[in-house]
């Protein structure tokens, strides 16, 4: 767990809860909450809670807004949204990863998993493969310039669930956990779960 993380956990002991730590900090309580139960690290959070922390405790200290994270080339890192769409029965979110980022687990898909989970919503996904693996029940194949892919819609189920497992038995890998997901129902035609990981090229994960 990250030093933000622990801080916020012993604010939250000691009365605070997300809501009123984020106002604090001038962040939503979605991310407060995700650097608690350790999807995000916080780093950039880690001066404010510290300085929260010591106010809180009665120290006359000024909390400073956080600094933006910044990427590893040293720029600011900016803020990626999911896209909300409407249907007949209603609005679902859909938030989209490919292959650089699934190589690193797809943790950019666990900022709308939290949200979803903390509204109570549900969570489903389309995966699309390459030409290296086939997909087989319920899947679609088509044949691109890049050769043969195929694509496998499934629903995950419940989100608060669906998130607790990627934390606890996944590290937050969230590629590591849909892979796994795939060779269980049968959807590839490969049953090693790392080999099916590394072939996959798209997911776009959908909420509501």
Not at 54 to 59: D, N
Not at 112 to 124: C, I, K, M, N, S
Not at 180 to 200: C, K
């Amino acid at each position: 767990m990250s030093e933000s993380g622990d801080i916020i956990r012993r604010l939250v002991e000691g009365g605070q809860n997300y809501q009123t730590i984020g106002v604090a900090l001038g962040r939503d309580r979605s991310l407060v909450r995700q650097v608690a139960i350790g999807t995000k690290p916080g780093r950039n959070l880690r001066d404010a809670l510290a300085q929260l922390e010591r106010k809180l405790s009665g120290q006359a200290v000024e909390v400073q807004e956080p600094t933006r994270r910044t990427t590893r080339r040293g720029s600011l890192a900016g803020v990626r949204k999911p896209t909300t769409r409407r249907s007949e029965s209603g609005s679902w979110s859909s938030s989209t990863v490919k292959r650089t980022a699934i190589r690193g687990g797809a943790k950019g898909l666990g900022h709308p998993l939290a949200d979803a989970a903390e509204a109570g919503h549900q969570v489903a996904v389309t995966v699309s493969v390459d030409g290296h693996l086939g997909i087989e029940a319920y899947g679609s194949s088509r044949r691109g310039r890049a050769g043969l892919h195929g694509s496998a819609d499934f629903k995950l189920g419940d989100a608060e669930e669906v998130a607790a497992t990627i934390h606890d038995e996944y590290a937050g890998d969230v590629a590591a956990y849909i892979a796994d997901v795939m060779v269980d129902q049968g959807l590839v035609s490969s049953s090693d779960a790392s080999y099916v990981r590394e072939h996959i090229v798209e997911i776009d994960m959908r909420t509501w």
